[in-house]
């Protein structure tokens, strides 16, 4: 039996395999080349990512599995019915399909509802059997001990900066409003023995980075500690994600640095209490908790990327200035501007839903970059929204500002390898962003 396994791009089709398209910081999910661990070792597996390779639809394949993120979803089900008419079985996942499995099935032989390793063992034996289903849907959440290793080998290397991708924990109790974390994954944070994430770490390629794909490492400040000191004698450099808190717990911050992190992906999200999320903290001002986070970070030489959105429901046209001031004065290494997005699977879609105030199931709308017109913004228009984005970002990254921040970093991390990559994350972004029609004046 052949299986191919898919994650469906999100650009044009006619992008696809670009070479001059951007691949620096590119990392590969890891559900795929898990579902390949758990196919029996008697089926052939191939794993394509769509964004970077093309599809050769005339393949000898029996059974195609798609994954995809929302604003993929049309792209996905094109695929979807051009192997179907084919003949070929579709099995369709992911968290878009998971909230969306009647819309799903109509372009599939069978949907994956929830995670699906437990699933998908099953699902293999349905089909030999002929007995595949319409709907397989996971039954509580998945044990996170004793899982197999993910089957890198079958990543193309050279679409990726780094296939050394792995996870330590699932599931977050914030349920933020604009988050499908909480309904995918769980209420309850589960981890994996610390034991079987370093046995797989030292299995991994040691020239390249590690890339932590937790959505929350400091859920846990006891277990991220036990972690962080069993990764110390590794020597590996990484990079992860975690709340603004981790700023205020030092002692994290001096294992942090000393077990090799080199950054961190911060969810600032607003510098204003947002009413719908279950940010409300010990601080009543958040302005400078986060300035504290980053001012500790920095101080324990660890890069920010300080990820902002706008839209909120107590969001105005002072939003913006206001928050390009922190991000200025905070000193934010690299800055991510997006719109809030209202992706099926969340409390802000049914909400928005109720208010009337989403304008349309064009799922390829649905994206941060550039921003999305899909809902009505309660103090700004769409074209408020993304013209304010769109301007925030040019002067963020505008040479004036880059070349000084550059030269604090060095001063600050005293390594060149460090602030060269933040200099071409930053020319990415820059890049990135000028070939967006709200980019499109001229820069700095």
Known sequence: MNILFVNASLSNPEYVSNKKKIRMFTYPSLGLSMLA???????????????????????????????????????????????????????????????????????????????????WPKLLEDYGTGNLKRFHKANGYVDLRNLPIPRRELLNKKIYMSTNVVQASRGCPQGCEFCSIERFFGKKTRFRPIEEVIAEIKDMDKQNFLLFTDDNLIINPTYLKNLLIALIPLKRKWLG???WAVGHKPEI???????????????FESIREQPNTKKTSMYNDMRNAYMKTVKNLHKNKIAVCGAMIFGFDNDD???????????????????????????????LYDRLTKEGRIITRDWSKFTYIP?????????????ELERNIGKIYR??????????????????????????????????????????????????
């Open 317 to 347: 046209l002072s939003s913006f200035d206001e928050t390009l001031r922190f991000c200025l004065e905070a000193d934010v290494d690299i800055a991510q501007f997006s719109s809030l997005i209202p992706f099926p699977g969340t409390s």
């Open 37 to 119: 661990a758990l196919t029996p070792p008697e089926m052939s597996v191939k794993i394509i990512n769509e964004e970077y390779e093309k599809i050769d639809f005339d393949e000898a394949v029996d059974m195609v599995g798609i994954s995809f993120q929302t604003p993929a979803a049309p792209r996905a089900y094109e695929i979807a019915d051009q192997f179907r008419r084919k003949g070929v079985t579709v099995v369709i996942g992911g968290v878009h399909a998971s909230a969306m499995p009647d819309e799903a099935i109509e372009h599939a032989d069978s949907v994956v509802i929830g995670e699906a390793e437990n699933i």
């Open 371 to 383: 921003p999305g017109k899909v809902f009505i913004p309660k103090n700004m228009t769409c074209e």
């Open 241 to 243: 994600e975690a709340s």
């Open 253 to 267: 911050l001096k294992l942090m640095r000393k077990s090799g992190c080199l950054g961190l992906f911060i969810g």
């Open 395 to 444: 002067e963020f990254y505008s040479y004036k500002r880059l070349l000084p921040r550059l030269t604090r970093a060095l001063i600050r991390y005293r390594s060149l390898i460090s602030v060269f990559y933040l200099f071409l994350i930053s020319m990415n972004s820059r890049k990135r962003f000028k070939d967006i029609s709200f980019m499109s004046s001229p820069s700095g």
